[in-house]
């Protein structure tokens, strides 16, 4: 045991920092009304995740909120400079942990970008699909905990009987309900397995029905109706000032989506619409997404029915593995095989910076290539991190109570935003 | 990405607003970015604002470590008009780390320049509220630099706590 005792020891700096700070009983005052700093969070169950939300109120009105991050932080970003291109993906993936294959496909479509490989049409399709099957869980996700924040519990149920389909579908596809890795660079791991494509149109025709039964579910329920209309409205001006992207803005009336504007992994070829909202209230945001998941579904089906056939991944064998039938009767494979495990490939240097259409908004990806196997740096911009931005802007001179439906409403992600 | 004349029209619309804020173009496939003085970023954001690059989707920081200046930082525009995406850039040494805060007038980057400040040290002068953002505000360093170790900080078990200074605090 150490015999120091604790009350000789000398104060390190910490602790006299510490010290020097007085958190004394300096009210605030605002005229003569008196105010109260509170302390939301880091763990509260309407806060999804490890958000802390310092609110300075005057009785129940919001007149400061700061919002807090880095409870969750992991080090993603330097842990992904420590691993070779491909093993990078698994790392990135944890980053906004509900909505994985899009952080698959921002980190990929970087680094595709520097390598300048063409991926296969098949495999865009199929990208394509997970990703909107992705966002529809993302969505349902978002709908049943918020509705829970504000009292209806019966949805989150529902919304997570979807989810678990979804997951059993993305299980099917690639062996792991979260976190897949089923995006490669250069295209998809591998083929979809036989039936899943009557699994997911299965899953594509109760889809919007029930998206129907959960709108119903909350268009009919006043206490839901009262806490959402005109809540917290931003216009679409304010919005744009904070970087806010994704369904918030589209709810203020700004139809901005990336997969209409700046199409990418075959976006141009489906025809699909954009919901907009008219007010930009927290009713708003909760529609629009409702309506994204039906035009998911959509896409989701013509993706089906026109699945091109080919190869699911880049025939470049500096890129991607060699199938595993070569290997037995090619030396090339073999070497191509033991170099990409082992080292990893090489991308050439340069920067790029790729921008996807999240479930939350703008998900770009920035990596840097020094010419190595490793990458020398990743940078994700997150939408929740920009958007929460809003976040203070959209509550002050509200209640405390349509402070925590509007953070519900604006959908953060602490993962996405500590990384 | 903007094609050579949109580029050209662009820097040249830079130089006219400040004669030597442009240092060159850094090209990489499907992507450029305009390397500018580091004194003069706010300006050259304003100019390709008026250009319609009018949304600053990301402000991240860089190290380049081991090429001098070490750090950079990047301003990835997009013009909603053109759907085109044009880069600012810019780079400065750990020795003076101090570059123009754009939080003032693009309220979007306010949280990335905190960012940037905690990874990499990149002190933002005029940024209403430079604070770690996601270290822990007594944490020392700056962990996105590449000299930075990993794995540097000593895992506390029952036993070797002990060996470990201060763990009783």
């Known amino acids: 045991m150490s015999t120091v005792d604790p009350a000789s020891r000398e104060l390190s700096e910490y602790r006299k920092m510490e010290a020097s700070v007085t958190i004394s009983e300096t009210t605030e005052f605002e005229g003569d009304r008196e105010l109260l700093t509170l302390n939301l969070g880091p763990h509260h169950p309407a806060t999804h995740g490890v958000l802390r939300l310092l609110v300075t109120l005057d009785g129940e009105v919001i007149r400061r909120l700061q919002p807090i991050f880095g409870y969750l932080h992991t080090g993603i970003e330097k842990t992904a400079e420590q691993k070779s291109y491909w093993k990078a993906i698994p790392v990135v993936e944890r980053m906004d942990y509900v909505s994985y294959y899009f952080n698959a496909m921002a980190y990929c479509g970087a680094v595709e970008a520097l390598l300048e490989v063409e991926i296969p049409k098949r495999a865009q399709y199929l990208r394509v699909i997970h990703l909107e099957l992705n966002r529809i869980m993302s969505h349902l996700v978002f709908l049943g905990t918020s509705a829970l924040d504000l009292g209806a519990i019966s949805v989150w149920w529902y919304c997570f009987r979807e989810r678990e389909t979804l997951l059993d579908l993305f299980e099917m596809s690639s062996g792991q309900r979260m976190h897949t890795r089923y995006f490669q660079i250069g295209g998809v791991i591998e083929d ?138 090619s030396m090339e494979a073999l070497i191509h095989h033991f170099k990409l495990v082992t080292e990893g490939m090489r991308v050439p240097e340069g920067e790029a910076y790729y921008a996807i259409e999240g479930a939350r908004g703008e998900l770009g990806c920035f990596v840097r290539s020094d010419g190595s196997s490793k990458p020398a740096r990743v940078h994700m911009r997150d939408p929740s991190l920009v958007n929460l931005q809003a976040a203070p802007a959209a509550a002050e001179g509200w209640l405390i109570a349509d402070m925590l439906a509007t953070v519900a409403m604006f959908d953060p992600i602490i993962g996405g935003v500590d990384r | 990405m903007p094609d050579a004349a949109t580029l050209e029209r662009l820097v040249g619309s830079l130089k006219a607003s400040d004669a030597d804020s442009v240092i060159g173009t850094v090209e990489s496939p499907g992507r450029v970015a305009i390397e500018v003085k580091p004194q003069s970023i706010v300006g050259s954001l304003e100019v390709l604002r008026a250009a319609g690059y009018g949304f600053l989707a990301s402000v991240h920081g860089i190290d380049y470590y081991p090429n001098e200046p070490r750090l950079g930082v990047d301003y990835e525009l997009l013009s909603r008009e053109a759907c085109d995406r044009v ?83």
């Open chain 1, 192 to 329: 979809i397995p036989e039936g899943w494509i009557e699994q997911v149109r299965k899953f594509c025709a109760i889809m919007p029905e029930r998206a129907d039964t959960y709108g119903d579910l909350l268009n009919k329920n006043e206490i839901f109706l009262q806490r959402q209309r005109d809540v917290c409205p931003l216009p679409a001006e304010t919005l744009r000032e904070y970087g806010v992207t994704g369904p918030l803005l589209r709810a203020a009336g700004d139809p901005w989506d990336l997969r209409k504007t700046m199409p990418y992994s075959s976006y141009e070829d489906f025809d699909f619409k954009i919901p907009v909202g008219t007010k930009g209230d927290n009713y708003d945001r909760f529609q629009v997404r409702l309506a994204e998941v039906k035009e998911s579904v959509k896409i989701v089906v013509q993706a089906l029915d026109n699945l091109p056939d080919g190869p699911t991944i880049t025939e470049d064998r500096k890129i991607a593995l060699p199938p595993r039938h070569e290997l037995a009767t």
């Open chain 2, 87 to 169: 880069a600012l850039t810019l780079r400065v040494s750990t020795e003076d780390p101090h570059l123009p805060s754009v939080t003032p007038s693009w309220p979007c980057a306010n949280n990335q320049e905190r960012e940037a400040f905690d990874m990499f040290g990149l002190i933002f002068d005029g940024h209403p509220d430079l604070r770690r953002i996601l270290m822990p505000e007594d944490y020392e360093g700056h962990p996105q630099r590449r000299d930075f170790p990993i794995g540097g900080e000593p895992v506390l078990f029952t036993h070797n706590e002990h060996n470990v200074p201060r763990w009783f605090e």
